[in-house]
């Protein structure tokens, strides 16, 4: 009843929400029904019914690590919605943003210590080191998981992107980003990772063009994004105004990347 619910819950609404309540009714006490309906209410962007319910649920499976990751999702709603005040409202103190970090971190560093596997929470808790400037923790993790041997190309993708973000906006390592940013869209799956990717690669470059005019790095980045999407004709003369403005080319700019990503 519950796992219908959440496949109506973008095109049937009234439908999805009847179920979900239905199922509440029918077994609020069963972990495994109480734990997708907070799933679904927090999808819903009703965080505090999700938190009570989540709770709840918790105290019935303290080691359930699925449970926990809820909670610091919930937790992590709450932390950005913090930063889309509206006009005339008074922003956020910021001792009240680390608080909800703490909690972020909290409920992911558990769900992780019950389930080491479970990847997801391993990114968000990386996040949420990256918010509270524990950048040394955040960095370990990323790197950890991409050292895997065993780790799979989607979940690769999902990391590469994530520990990109971590570069550019954390610890404002441009370059590094773009390199992690280009192994995350070289890997060909449609994935909200690889679309996030290519447009922060394409940001970049445009934001480095308004500077200089003449940033071959930043003609290059057009090139590889069209090349990895089949463009070759617009890939092609990217790649040459690249070389117009640089003794570099492409080749030394792929090794450099090989060599920050260890490749």
């Known amino acids: 009843m519950v796992f219908l619910a959440l496949k109506l819950q973008w095109n049937r609404k009234e439908e999805s929400r009847n179920l979900v309540e239905n199922a509440l009714r029918v077994s609020p006490d069963v972990p495994q029904v109480t734990r997708y309906v907070a799933k679904y209410f927090r999808a819903e962007g009703a965080i505090d019914k999700s938190l009570e319910i989540l709770k709840k649920a918790v105290e019935l499976a303290p080691q359930s690590s699925f449970l926990h990751h809820q909670i610091g999702l919930c937790y992590k709603q709450e932390f950005a919605k913090m930063f889309t005040v509206k006009m005339n409202e008074?922003?956020?103190?910021?001792?009240?943003?680390?608080?909800?970090?703490?909690?972020?971190?909290?409920?992911?560093?558990?769900?992780?210590?019950?389930?080491?596997?479970?990847?997801?929470?391993?990114?968000?808790?990386?996040?949420?080191?990256?918010?509270?400037?524990?950048?040394?923790?955040?960095?370990?993790?990323?790197?950890?998981?991409?050292?895997?041997?065993?780790?799979?190309?989607?979940?690769?993708?999902?990391?590469?992107?994530?520990?990109?973000?971590?570069?550019?906006?954390?610890?404002?390592?441009?370059?590094?980003?773009?390199?992690?940013?280009?192994?995350?869209?070289?890997?060909?799956?449609?994935t909200s990772s690889r679309v996030q990717a290519g447009k922060k690669l394409?940001?970049?470059?445009?934001?480095r063009l308004k500077t200089n005019t003449g940033d071959s790095e930043a003609y290059e980045i057009f090139s590889f994004v069209y090349m990895q999407d089949g463009q070759k004709k617009k890939a092609m003369e990217y790649s040459l105004k690249a070389k117009q403005f640089s003794s570099f080319n492409a080749e030394d700019l792929s090794a450099l990347c090989d060599e920050k990503l260890n490749i």
Do not use: W
């Open 90 to 190: 008074q922003r956020v103190p910021l001792d009240e943003k680390m608080a909800k970090v703490a909690e972020c971190i909290h409920y992911f560093k558990k769900s992780v210590e019950i389930k080491p596997s479970n990847l997801h929470a391993k990114v968000n808790l990386a996040e949420a080191y990256g918010e509270n400037r524990q950048l040394e923790e955040a960095e370990k993790i990323y790197t950890d998981v991409l050292e895997d041997p065993f780790l799979g190309v989607s979940d690769k993708q999902y990391t590469l992107n994530n520990y990109a973000l971590f570069l550019l906006y954390k610890k404002k390592n441009e370059p590094s980003a773009i390199c992690h940013f280009k192994a995350a869209y070289e890997i060909q799956l449609r």
């Open 202 to 207: 394409k940001q970049i470059a445009k934001q």
